[in-house]
């Protein structure tokens, strides 16, 4: 499906950071978001797996559950579930309509239109409170404390997954200036969680948290996790369990450990779950796109890895479960992304790339992209449209080779439809 027309009109008026707009568009719609439970979710990598394994964790205790997660991958719809189902377009269609009116009126109030983003998020706030979920995983879409999802009250717990150098044109320079921002969702009396691999980021989390009165539970801590030959073990307040997942990627466990202790962490609210049930919602989670094996033979990866810090956590994963192979990279990367250090960890596993560019107005053009793999001595082709350089990159794949499709998250979309199309997503 595309965009809705009338909300994808508010995309000419880009990222406005502030929360005066956005407030203000809620205000018109009745602050629907005032009725909902939330547990919020920031950081740079990592996000929506761990969004996905909590919204089942949840989902496993009888719970409506509400997820709202960005950018999406194959349809706008999948921004928006409820217990795994995506938005029907009948809701879409007729909350779009609202929303674009709320939008016109803040308009005439403010001088300014709310976002794209900030209609989408208060358009999700509708959906949520008319299906009356009873909670509702909310993952931040830049930052924190200035993304429009930070209007909501104190969540029931707030999350923070690795912080890593992304968007420091917006968010800053240093670890401890993101993390800072990204930290901005920890409200005063709240509960939160963080897994954080640098210290100056873990620190300027602490540093946040205190000042807030936020009671903070640290990965290496107050919570620990270790990965076993079937999966992880954690442990923590209240439980200590092996976690049977050995189909798993190795950077997802840090995700999936980092669910376990919001779900903890939710205990205080009354929550809970045998250990066996836990293992089954997590053993339930699916998320497209994250070293998801499309094909067998030929064997195809996915994975939006597009940053540094993602991409050595999607080699590593590579290397543990498929030791032996040699990857036809099929790549393209956004403006914004360190693809140069992206490319010089790739190509050690690397047969052949080719590189294309994403249909997105802000894609890297290839030709630079290219210039960064002839540096590592890999062998590297580029062909600027992206089904030609899918056809391409699907004959160049061997019986000892795989096809992996990386980089941009719109270049895996449009790959995934032109593979898959959408049959069986809408419920995942």
Known sequence: MKLNKGLDSLERFGWRFGLESMR?????????????????????????????????????TGAGVGLYTSPHLSDLRERFRVNGTWISDADLTRLSRRVLQACFQVRRTLGHSPTHFEALTALAFLWFKAQKTDWVVLEVGLGGRLDATNVIPTPEAALITPVGLEHQDILGKTWSKIAWEKAGILKSGGLAATCQNHPEALKAIEATARKAGALLWRAGKE??????????????????????????????????????????????????????????????????????????????????????????????????????????????????????????????LTEVSVVTEPANERAEPGEKVFQAWEKTGARVLVVRDWKKALALSARKVTKNSGLLITGSLYLLGDCRRELVGLRGMEKI
């Open 24 to 60: 203000a568009l809620l205000q018109e719609l009745g602050n629907p978001h005032f009725s909902l439970r939330f547990v919020h979710v920031a950081g740079s990598n990592g996000k929506g797996s761990t969004c996905a394994f909590l919204a089942s964790l949840l989902k496993q």
């Open 223 to 348: 919570f620990h996790f270790s990965k076993t030959s079937k999966g992880f073990v954690w442990e923590g307040p209240g439980l200590q369990k092996e976690f049977r997942m050995p189909q798993m990627a190795g950077y997802q466990m840090a995700n999936a450990a980092l669910a376990v202790a919001g779900f903890q962490l939710l205990g205080a609210k009354g929550l809970t779950l045998t250990g066996n049930g836990m293992e089954k919602a997590l053993q339930a989670t699916r998320w497209p796109g994250r070293m998801e094996a499309l094909s067998s033979r030929p064997l195809v990866v996915m994975d939006g890895a597009h940053n540094p810090e993602a991409v050595r956590g999607l080699v590593n994963s590579l290397l543990s479960r498929y030791p032996e192979r040699r990857w036809v990279v099929l790549n393209g990367f956004l403006k914004d992304k360190d693809y140069k250090t992206c490319v010089r960890l790739l190509a050690p």
